[in-house]
């Protein structure tokens, strides 16, 4: 959806298309080309794959406190949480999301994984999401609405 609004707003897609443009780029290969040209230009290798990008062996599962629904995913706060692990300087670290927004959980279950290469970074990220939780999780309240009129 982002991605649609930044074609939509840049020119290169028309109003009201800009997601439908940004999967067909995902889809033909054209994004990934792009991206390849943008990490070659910054002096990285393009041919580079996932799989050769190691993550930190240091790391932290984030469960869900509660039952309910993932009703907001603070961006800035995810940021933040990888920031403290080490990213971007530090290749092996950030921050691994397993649920996205209107996902029902359950307690206990994954909600993020922290990694870092230093204990010390994971422990600063973790002091992160002690003070400023990255999700906001709500059960849900459902009313069965009649046609008799309310009393209040």
Same mark, same amino acid.
């Given at each position: ?94 921050? !691994? ?6 996902? !029902? ?48």
């Amino acid at each position: 959806s982002l991605a649609g609004v930044m074609l939509e707003m840049g020119g290169k897609a028309p109003l009201g298309r800009g997601k439908e443009v940004a999967w067909e780029l995902l889809r033909s290969g054209k994004a990934e080309a792009k991206m390849r040209e943008m990490i070659e230009a910054q002096g990285g290798d393009p041919k580079v794959k996932p799989e050769d990008l190691p993550v930190g062996d240091k790391r932290f599962t984030v469960e869900a406190p509660l039952d309910g629904y993932v009703t907001h995913i603070y961006n800035e706060r995810i940021t933040a949480i990888a920031c403290a692990a080490g990213a971007p300087r530090s290749k092996g670290a950030g921050v !691994k999301l397993f649920v996205k927004r209107g996902h !029902k959980v359950n307690r206990g279950e994954k909600l993020f994984e922290i990694y870092a290469e230093h204990e010390s970074k994971l422990e600063e990220a973790l002091k992160v999401v002690s003070r400023s939780f990255p999700m906001r999780i709500e059960g849900m309240m459902l009313e069965r609405l009649t046609d008799r009129p309310r009393e209040w």
